[in-house]
């Protein structure tokens, strides 16, 4: 069974950083492109970044590119988000997720094991 949990979300003044992790079980981390996505209250779960299991692709998307980035450490099978220059806007339920490369997941196509999600409220 893949389990991945998220953690790190918070309240956080604009301008101010959050670093988010996702905490993979069940899995070989180094066998599966993992991704970030946000879905804010209203709005359509969204695509902020992914990493493919060969870490040789990274995406960010066009709203958090040089401010949010992406690592993952195998070893401790843990991926993380460090988010930077937060703006209000990013405010959302930041979910991870992960899949085989099979799926072509990690830039374009779907993820199929999900995160519970952590909370991120950016606000002054």
């Known amino acids: 069974q893949v389990q991945l949990v998220e953690s790190g979300g918070g309240l956080v003044q604009p301008g101010g950083s959050l670093r988010l992790s996702c905490a993979v079980s069940?899995?070989?981390?180094?066998?599966?492109?993992i991704g970030w996505f946000r879905q804010a209250p209203g709005k359509g779960r969204e695509r902020v970044s992914c990493?493919?299991?060969?870490?040789?692709?990274?995406y960010y998307a066009d709203s958090v590119q040089d401010r949010f980035t992406l690592s993952r450490d195998n070893a401790k099978n843990t991926v993380y988000l460090q988010m930077n220059s937060l703006k209000p806007e990013d405010t959302a339920v930041y979910y991870c997720a992960a899949d085989l490369p099979y799926s072509g997941s990690c830039p374009r196509g779907p993820f199929g094991s999900w995160g519970q999600g952590t909370q991120v409220t950016v606000s002054s």
């Open positions: 069940g899995i070989t981390l180094d066998y599966f492109d």
């Open positions: 990493i493919d299991y060969r870490s040789r692709t990274i």
